[in-house]
């Protein structure tokens, strides 16, 4: 009887706890989702607006004269979002693949002197040669006024994300490299066919830093490149915002809703937001699981 009724108790104890847990979870996903709703209405909102009633959820007038600015036939963003894109799917794949090769060379315990390379590696993270040696290099290299210069100088990936890697692939089995090796396959083949698999999660998560990595970028557009053409979206959105706050101190008499201003800054992030807010629920899995094994075991 006794049992039957600790039992009952434990039963009871673990229902209000996850009707708790189910409490806290949609109260934090409210907390998350209520500044990007905030964000979005303030995009659709008009500035005369904005400035009576300050920031609301729903907007007292609507207004979508920031969105129009934004993607006017005169504008340039459409074509900074193919720039973007295009940079971002070819960095972000090039990148990946080089961080996972040399954190597979650095788990495999049949490299020598593996560990030595491991503090080359662990160098950068450390110390800076500076902007004056970066951008002399770049300019040697001809990565000006072209494409290659928004992929090639964030190419060089990042050791915490190779350590990342590393620390994943060494967890999987010695015996997998070996009983490969016995079967007559070549690195290549077992760091593709095997340890690339087996390492999707961290994989992934390495893939989503890059890709957010590359499309923020605006650094190297405004160091390297200076043909309108070619400017990423990040970057064009930033001088669009400059424009028009320039229009306005040049002329006062310019209408206001005609030079949206805090409707504008909400529209340009709610547009730059947009692909890492959908890649993101793709990638979650792997991003966690990612984490927790790469980063816990050394």
């Known amino acids: 009887m006794s049992v039957r009724i600790k039992a009952q108790n434990r039963i009871e104890r673990l229902t209000a706890f996850k009707v708790f847990n189910y409490i806290f979870i949609t109260a934090a996903a409210v907390a998350c989702a209520l500044p990007l709703a905030l964000v979005f209405m303030i995009s659709i909102s008009s500035d005369i607006a904005i400035r009576q009633n300050g ?168 160091m390297l490149v200076n043909n309108h053409r070619l400017f990423p979206l990040q970057y064009m959105l930033y001088r669009l915002q400059s424009e028009i706050a320039a229009m306005q101190r040049l002329d006062p008499n310019v209408p206001v809703t005609d030079l949206p201003g805090e409707a504008l800054k909400m529209a340009t992030t709610i547009v730059t937001i947009g692909p890492i807010v959908f890649l993101y629920p793709y990638l979650q899995k792997y991003f966690v699981k990612g984490l927790i094994i790469g980063g816990v075991k050394g």
């Open 55 to 222: 920031y609301q959820l729903w907007p007292a007038q609507f207004s979508f004269s920031a969105y129009r600015i934004i993607f006017s036939p005169y504008s340039s963003v459409i074509p900074a979002y193919g720039i973007s894109g295009l940079v971002t799917v070819s960095g972000t794949l090039m990148a990946t693949i080089i961080t996972g090769m040399a954190a597979f060379t650095l788990a495999n315990k049949g490299v020598a002197k593996r560990n030595t390379l491991a503090v080359y590696f662990f160098i950068p993270m450390v110390f800076n040669a500076g902007l004056v040696p970066w951008y002399m290099m770049c300019r040697s290299l001809n990565l000006t006024d072209n494409i290659l210069a928004l992929i090639i100088p964030s190419l060089m990936f990042s050791p915490f994300n190779m350590f990342l890697c590393r620390n994943f692939m060494r967890t999987l089995p010695d015996s997998l490299l070996e009983s490969a090796k016995l079967d007559g396959a070549t690195d290549i083949t077992i760091a593709v066919r095997i340890y690339f698999p087996l390492s999707m999660p961290v994989l992934a998560t390495i893939t989503l830093f890059y890709g957010v990595g590359y499309w923020n970028d605006w650094f190297n557009a405004i």
